[in-house]
């Protein structure tokens, strides 16, 4: 090949610079064409509201901008972000966490397929912790001011926008009273029974399941130490209210253990 062709070839390819504006807006583009919408998908009866016409579901699947893979560990948003976008978990789960000043973390939720991130952020416009996958996960981005639009335009929409934000105030209640009103042994109950009760909604098992996060994360977000919490657990199999082998949870008593609460 001559040199000048060869030349050409090199000159024809784009800087570093160049190709670091390009691929983001390529990536994003591939993810958009590749996101399932509302209307095809199998989480629609979670994420959406029950009765929606043809119509109003095309109308819901345009605030869908794309669907975004977070890896484990890695973070969805961070305390202080922009808020611009809600998102709904279409596989996998998530904690929220907010840390103190000094460094501490604590656990604030934790959320799985079918459940909402980010509303926290509608309050000032920056979002109040950082949300981190406990596994590699999807989730759907929906453009906040998108969907304030369909809220006007479908009102059973907006039930449902309302609700969800109903379940975030109940959710902060609830929390409250594990940590201040509850023994050890109680808030462990109670957040077993509220996670069989969670996947039981998705279609899933109420009485096998799997914890994604760790003993230390549910003693952060219970309020209590890592020993507390396995020693509960294995007073709970003792008891012959649960086998727990690792972090398969199989409970036997569902009665019994709702009487702990």
Do not use: W
């Amino acid at each position: 090949m001559p040199s000048s062709a060869i030349r050409e070839a090199f000159e024809s390819v784009p800087s570093p610079a160049v190709l670091r504006e390009i691929v983001p807006i390529v990536r994003d583009e591939v993810n958009r064409s590749a996101a399932v919408r509302c209307s095809t998908c199998s989480m629609r009866n979670v994420c959406t509201p029950p009765g929606l016409t043809a119509e109003e579901l095309s109308r819901v699947d345009s605030i869908v901008c794309t669907t975004r893979t977070v890896r484990r560990g890695d973070t969805l948003f961070r305390s202080g972000d922009l808020f611009q976008y809600l998102y709904a978990v279409r596989a996998g789960s998530f904690k929220t966490v907010i840390v103190h000043s000094d460094g501490r973390e604590q656990v604030t939720g934790f959320q799985i397929t079918g459940e909402t991130l980010g509303l926290d952020g509608i309050y000032t416009g920056r979002h109040n912790g950082d949300v981190v996958a406990l596994e590699d996960s999807v989730v759907c981005v929906i453009s906040f001011l998108q969907l304030e639009t369909v809220c006007r335009e479908i009102h059973t929409m907006q039930h449902h926008v309302h609700r969800l934000m109903s379940g975030e105030i109940v959710r902060e209640s609830r929390l409250m009273m594990l940590l201040g009103t509850m023994r050890a042994d109680q808030r462990v109950a109670a957040f077993l029974l509220n996670l069989s009760q969670r996947f039981k909604a998705l279609g899933y098992s109420s009485a096998e399941f799997h914890l994604r996060m760790t003993r230390r994360e549910i003693g952060c977000y219970l309020g209590m130490k890592l020993e507390t919490v396995s020693r509960t657990l294995s007073r709970f199999q003792r008891d012959r209210l649960l086998d727990a082998q690792g972090k398969q949870i199989r409970i036997l008593d569902p009665e019994g253990l709702a009487a702990c609460v």
